[in-house]
């Protein structure tokens, strides 16, 4: 029986370094993947508490974040690649057409 | 569901199926346009004869009621509530009857945006007949306002020099009057606690010295709309500059929206009120009968003259009705659907020559009966029926208005001086001054300005429109019998209202 | 469709025709106006009079039945309004007063109907519309219906509809040449001034129905003659009142003081017009008024009084006019107001008989006398005619000009010779309105003047001198107009006229002559026949010295007629020109015949005192008050610049400075902040996504911290 900090401790490493690639990384695809890597160390957490408790809401939960995060792969990786018809170049450093 | 075929329904808003034919028109297609807006309105005056077959003369209560609830928030009770009795129902005929006749007149003199102009007649129609049918307050007014629209862009777009002028005047003018009906729908409908008619009448129980001053604020909105002198200064603007169909649908229809305001509501709510108020307004209705057929006189324009006699005319309805006795009211109401015959026929005969002639100056013709003998025949009669010769139309209503007023002006009458009814009667005479001072300046005598040698007569389709007009003001004259009979139980439980109202406002 | 009330059947029986004496006119008339336009003037003008004739066959057959059955009968049609305790019914009451009235309009109505049919083939082609035949003949069936309504009612309304109906006739036939006259609009003007003055009198007449209404709660006559002497009791004002208004109703329709002023006028119609319509039926429509509302005025003596002075004093004046009139019929028409005079001043007596006696007489002669004159008028405008189409005659006659008036009696003269049968019947119907024994006119006449003497000596003299005025004029008109020598081309060549026209005036001579018999001194047949409807009626014995007094008075007139007219104008014929008279009595008179012939100046009175100031009010009304002050000043001026000034007051004013100063003040700070604000938008992800980063490690220590 591996205890819950365990899990807990590979989300929050997960976790942390979905946020630094985020931060730091100029590949709007690497972006992308950080974003998914924080989502699935989130989900982590859920299931590992869902055990712990034996409360199934916190499984239904990993479904819907499931299901928000293949929503938002087909519409990003869609912005990412007309963002690329336009401009010829992912990186997110170039793209300030919000620049006030 | 069972409402989908109530006549009452289908009356008001058949005419929106017409209005959405033509909504899918072209503005192009004009013909189109007018044979869809005709054919609806006859079968809408179809309708209304269906729905008159279905009619109980006999009974004085509503008819063929429609009541669901409709907005009922925070202890407002306001109801989708129509229904008819004998004060309205001929009014509602002669609406559904006045209207296929004025489109008809249109055929030639509207060349310009058709489609608009007959949307905008069927929705006025639905606006007026929702007016004669709605018996709820909130609903009526709803009605009352939105005939504004329609009648607004009629003039103002059809119109003639000054017709921007007129437009805002009349829905100005009408406006004004109508805030203050609102206020006083609003005071009823909050602390009585219903909106419907039949409701608040039954629940009675207004006090006296309120009932005055509710009974002004609906007179208000009314005698604006009548209208009653001094307050008819809309009238002659709105008239002179309104299209031929515009005018023969204010003159007929609408201000009859004034007077049946006064009957069903200022009579029927107030009753005591109305006896208190009785000699007021007789006197301004009498001013206006001598004063309209005076000022006529003196015009110069006959589409002016005509107006001004509306004035004159419809002192003598509220003459009747505030009479407050069943001769007078019955008169009244007769009179108002004389007066949208005779006055009607007036200005289709008006549009006529002023489609040929391009002028509506008196001076400007002379002798016409010489060139176009069908026209001024017909003119004739329904001058004489104007100014109320015996075996015509216009005399039943008169005569009947003034029996009623005589007999109000005895001691202890509602008018309680005969001086009202004998001055009345005096318009009479000033009636036939003005009518065949008219007549004889424009129809007879020799021709005497060449523009006038070459006028075509009328043609079948003038004709067909002022047939069934003069049909009725020979029925009306000689057999009123049936439509006296249609409002006689639903007038005599007016009547029997008011004359307790009087017994209780004794001190 | 008839509700027969239970008839007492004695003899034969045709009450349940009554409705048809008022419905053939009006098939008549409909099936000239449907098919008229494609038939011969002979046939339309035939039609017409075949239905004038039928409905005097209806009512010869209604006499017929009253011969045996006195009471008479109401025939009811329909129901015509009904108000409450209000009820009015077409009703048609058939007994002896109404059917001497209608076999009165639809006998001398049909000779009328017969004889237009020649006049009015000539004086249509005349006037140059020959179109305008056929619309004749539907208003003269119109009137006969009309009149019929009048007569045969059985209620106070229905009787003012027919009482209103034969108004509009009058109307229409007066203008029926309306684009002629005195400057093309002399007709219309005088067909409007019928009908408004008809309309005047028509007030009173409203004005007493309502009284009579709520004083009896009925207009029907039976109810109203059995109340009366319970109201009579009760409130006498009301019988008082209603009578009093019926008399407005009568000098309007019966052309009395103050209303006449219109029957002159109304001579603009065609002459049998002036005949049918203004003489011997419509205008007497005001006697039969007074005579059916006996029981009332019998109930009124001192409305009563004033009813006979008022048919008194127009009986006198308007014979003084008709002395110095120059247009033939301008002078019948004067002597048709004086005549009305004496039948409403016998009505007013409560003779009653005697003033229908006279009604009827006088529809004979004076219809005569019209009808006459019209042939007349012909034969001058054919003479007329005959001269302008000859050019060999026309060079010879010098002044014969185009505006010759082919109705001034000093353009004629000697007519005698060239219009043998118009003469004598001319001369038949003169006597009998001059009253001269044994022509109708003198039983009629004479009874009259022994009720006056009988009952008010003052109406008695004011009449007699009306009578001696009668034969006067009349001798001079006569006189004038066939005797002596032609004085104008158009004279010496006149031509009589068809026997188409001629017959129905021997007819009506032959009646004017022998129409005495009808109530003969002694046997009062006809004053026995009228009892049956009117209660109470008196016969006066035959008085000599009445009689006497008034033959002497008619031929001292005649004679002094003749001394003027036949003696000293044959004279003055012979001066020159300039230094001629145009009339005897000018010399005598001087002033006073100018009077005479101006009318004593009462229609320029009219004008002064009631048309301009009514005129002048209207306009004053219409242009000033509410046009200028309510339309222009109060609406224009006072609301609506009024309320454009307020709110060009709120809107500089107030709006701009304060409202706006506002609103801009509040704009300009908040575009500096956000100049400030925008440079945080660096527009690149990272920078927001460590924005995000940061606030959420805020709000996650603020949770953890707190």
């Known amino acids: 029986m591996v205890p819950v900090e365990y899990y807990l401790g590979l989300s929050i490493v997960l976790f942390v370094m979905g946020a630094v690639g985020v931060l730091i990384r100029r590949n709007a695809i690497i972006i992308f993947m950080s974003i998914e890597l924080m989502l699935n160390a989130a989900n982590l957490a859920f299931v590992a508490y869902a055990y712990e408790y034996q409360q199934i809401s916190g499984q239904i939960f990993v479904f819907f974040v499931m299901a928000v995060a293949a929503a938002e792969v087909?519409?990003?990786?869609?912005?990412?690649?007309?963002?690329?018809?336009?401009?010829?170049?992912?990186d997110v450093d170039e793209i300030n057409l919000l620049k006030g | 569901m069972e409402y989908l075929i109530n006549p009452l329904i289908l009356v008001t808003f058949f005419p929106l199926v017409g209005v959405l034919i033509i909504a899918f028109l072209k503005q192009e297609q004009k013909n189109a346009a007018r044979w869809v807006a005709l054919i609806t309105s006859l079968i809408t005056f179809g309708l209304s004869l269906w729905m008159l077959a279905q009619f109980d003369s006999s009974d004085p209560q509503l008819q063929m009621v429609v009541n669901l609830p409709w907005i009922q928030v925070a202890g407002w009770n306001i109801s989708f509530y129509l229904g008819i009795d004998g004060l309205s129902i001929l009014l509602v005929l002669l609406t559904t009857f006045l209207a296929p006749l004025a489109i008809l007149s249109t055929w030639t003199a509207v060349e310009d945006r058709v489609k608009d102009f007959m949307m905008f007649f069927l929705l006025l129609e639905v606006g007026m007949l929702g007016v004669f049918l709605a018996q709820d307050l909130f609903l009526f007014y709803i009605f009352w306002e939105f005939t504004l629209v329609p009648m607004y862009f009629l003039i103002g777009i059809w119109g003639g020099q000054r017709r921007m002028y007129a437009a805002i005047k009349f829905f100005l003018y009408t406006m004004a009057g109508s805030i203050l009906m609102l206020l006083a729908i609003l005071w009823l409908g909050i602390n009585q606690g219903t909106f419907t008619l039949p409701d608040l009448m039954a629940k009675g129980g207004i006090p006296a010295d309120l009932q005055l001053w509710l009974f002004l604020a609906f007179a208000a909105a009314f005698a604006i709309k009548v209208p009653m002198w001094p307050l008819h200064s809309w009238l002659p603007d709105a008239h002179?500059?309104?299209?031929?169909?515009?005018?023969?649908i204010l003159a007929g229809i609408l201000l009859k929206l004034g007077t049946y305001g006064f009957l069903r509501f200022n009579l029927g709510l107030f009753p005591q009120a109305a006896v208190q108020a009785a000699p007021w307004i007789a006197v301004l209705a009498v001013i206006g009968i001598l004063y309209g057929a005076m000022v006529s006189y003196a015009q110069k324009d006959v589409k002016k003259l005509v107006a001004y006699s509306s004035v004159s005319h419809l002192g003598f309805v509220m003459l009747g009705l505030f009479a407050l006795n069943s001769q007078g009211i019955q008169g009244g109401i007769l009179q108002m659907v004389n007066h949208g015959i005779s006055t009607g026929a007036l200005f289709l005969i008006v549009g006529m020559i002023y489609e040929r002639r391009h002028t509506r100056d008196i001076d400007a013709f002379g002798g016409l009966w010489k060139v176009m003998p069908v026209y001024a025949v017909l003119t004739l009669i329904v001058a004489l029926s104007s100014m109320g010769l015996p075996g015509l139309n216009g005399f039943v209503g008169e005569f009947t208005i003034l029996l009623g007023a005589w007999g109000a002006g005895a001691p202890g009458g509602a008018l309680g001086s005969y001086w009202f009814a004998g001055l009345a009667a005096l318009g009479v005479i000033l009636a036939a001054v003005y009518i065949l001072f008219m007549f004889q300046k424009m129809f007879l005598g020799p021709v005497t300005k060449d523009e006038n040698r070459s006028l075509k007569d009328i043609n079948w389709r003038e004709i067909a429109i002022l047939i069934p007009?003069?049909?009725?003001?020979?029925?009306?004259g000689l057999y009123p019998k049936p439509f006296f009979d249609l409002m006689a139980p639903a007038v005599d439980n007016l009547v029997a209202a008011l004359q307790s109202a009087a017994v209780a406002g004794l001190p | 469709m008839f509700l027969l009330e239970e008839a007492v059947s004695q003899g034969p029986q045709f009450f349940w025709l009554a409705p048809w004496i008022v419905a053939i006119p009006v098939i008549g008339l409909l099936f000239n106006i449907l098919f008229g336009a494609r038939l011969p003037e002979k046939v339309v003008g035939w039609v017409a009079s075949l239905a004038s004739g039928l409905a005097f066959v209806v009512a010869v057959l209604l006499a017929v039945s009253l011969a045996s059955n006195h009471e008479g009968q109401v025939v009811t049609l329909a129901e015509w309004i009904h108000i409450g305790d209000f009820t009015v019914r077409w009703a048609f009451q058939v007994d002896t007063l109404s059917v001497t009235m209608m076999?009165?309009?639809?006998?001398?109505?049909?000779l009328i109907h017969i004889y237009s049919i020649g006049y009015m083939h000539e004086d249509v082609r005349h006037n140059g519309d020959p179109k305008r035949f056929r619309r004749f003949f539907v208003y003269l069936n119109l009137f006969i219906a009309a009149m019929m309504i009048l007569v045969s009612s059985d209620n106070y309304l229905m009787l003012f509809v027919g009482w209103e109906g034969v108004g509009l006739c009058s109307y229409l036939l007066i203008g029926f040449w309306y684009e002629k006259g005195k400057d093309g609009i002399g007709n219309s003007l005088a067909a409007k001034k019928a009908m408004i003055a008809n309309r005047v009198g028509d007030f009173g007449v409203l004005l007493a129905l309502f009284i009579m209404f709520w004083g009896f709660g009925s207009l029907d006559f039976h109810t109203?003659?059995?109340?009366?002497?319970?109201?009579?009791?009760?409130?006498?004002?009301?019988?008082?009142a209603i009578t009093l208004a019926f008399l407005l109703g009568v000098t309007g329709k019966s052309a009395q003081i103050p209303l006449y002023v219109w029957l002159p006028d109304a001579m603009a119609g065609p002459t049998p017009v002036s005949a049918l319509i203004h003489a011997a039926t419509m205008v007497t429509a005001g006697v039969y008024l007074v005579t059916r509302s006996a029981a009332l005025y019998d109930l009124a003596p001192d409305v009563q009084t004033i009813v006979a002075l008022v048919g008194a004093v127009t009986a006198l004046f308007a014979a003084t006019i008709a002395v110095g009139q120059f247009d033939i019929k301008k002078v019948l028409a004067y002597s048709t107001v004086s005549q009305l005079g004496f039948m409403v001043a016998a009505v007013g007596m409560g003779a009653y008989t005697a003033g229908m006696f006279h009604l009827i007489a006088h529809a004979f002669f004076k219809g005569l006398l019209f009808l006459a004159s019209g042939s007349v008028i012909l034969g001058v405008e054919r003479g007329h005619h005959h001269v302008e189409h000859d050019a060999h005659l026309k060079k010879t006659i010098k002044g014969h000009g185009h505006d010759f008036d082919p109705q001034d009696m000093r353009n004629m003269g000697g007519m005698r010779h060239t219009m043998k049968v118009t003469f004598w019947v001319y001369l038949i119907g003169s006597l009998a309105l001059a009253g001269i024994f044994p022509f109708a006119g003198f039983w009629s006449k004479d009874e009259i003047l022994l009720d006056a003497y009988l009952h008010n000596q003052t109406v008695f003299i004011l009449l007699l001198l009306a009578a001696f005025l009668t034969a006067f004029y009349m001798t001079r008109q006569v006189l004038l107009v066939f005797f002596g020598k032609p004085r104008s081309a158009a004279a010496e060549h006149a031509k009589e006229s068809p026997p188409v026209m001629t017959v129905p005036l021997i007819i009506l001579a032959i009646l004017s002559v022998f129409g005495g018999v009808l109530n003969l001194p002694v046997f009062h047949t006809f004053g026995h026949w009228l009892e049956h409807t009117l209660e109470g009626l008196e016969a006066q014995e035959f008085s000599l010295l009445v009689a006497a007094t008034a033959t002497l008075a008619s031929l001292l007139a005649i004679l002094l007629g003749w001394w003027l007219y036949s003696r000293?104008?044959?004279?003055?014929?012979?001066?020159?020109?300039?230094?001629?008279?145009?009339?005897?009595?000018?010399q005598i008179l001087g002033p006073v015949f100018t009077a005479l012939n101006n009318k004593w100046w009462v229609d320029e009175l009219y004008q002064l005192i009631i048309i301009r100031p009514y005129a002048w009010l209207s306009n004053f009304l219409a242009e000033q008050v509410d046009w200028r002050f309510w339309h222009d000043w109060f609406h224009e001026k006072v609301i609506a610049n009024g309320y454009t000034g307020l709110s060009y007051f709120l809107a500089d004013k107030f709006d701009m400075r304060v409202i706006d100063g506002a609103a801009n003040g509040l704009a300009t700070v908040t575009q500096q902040f956000a100049g400030g604000l925008r440079r945080l938008q660096t527009g690149y992800v990272r920078n927001y996504a460590l924005s995000i980063f940061l606030g959420l490690v805020l709000i996650m220590a603020y949770l953890f911290f707190r």
Do not use: C, M
């Open chain 1, 74 to 90: 087909a519409v990003g990786l869609a912005l990412i690649v007309a963002i690329f018809h336009t401009k010829q170049s992912i």
């Open chain 2, 240 to 248: 002179v500059e309104a299209p031929t169909a515009g005018s023969v």
């Open chain 2, 469 to 476: 007009l003069i049909v009725l003001i020979f029925w009306i």
């Open chain 3, 103 to 110: 076999l009165l309009v639809s006998g001398v109505g049909t």
């Open chain 3, 224 to 240: 109203v003659f059995e109340k009366a002497p319970e109201v009579a009791g009760a409130a006498p004002w009301v019988i008082g």
């Open chain 3, 568 to 586: 000293r104008y044959n004279q003055q014929q012979e001066l020159p020109v300039a230094k001629r008279p145009d009339d005897p009595l000018r």
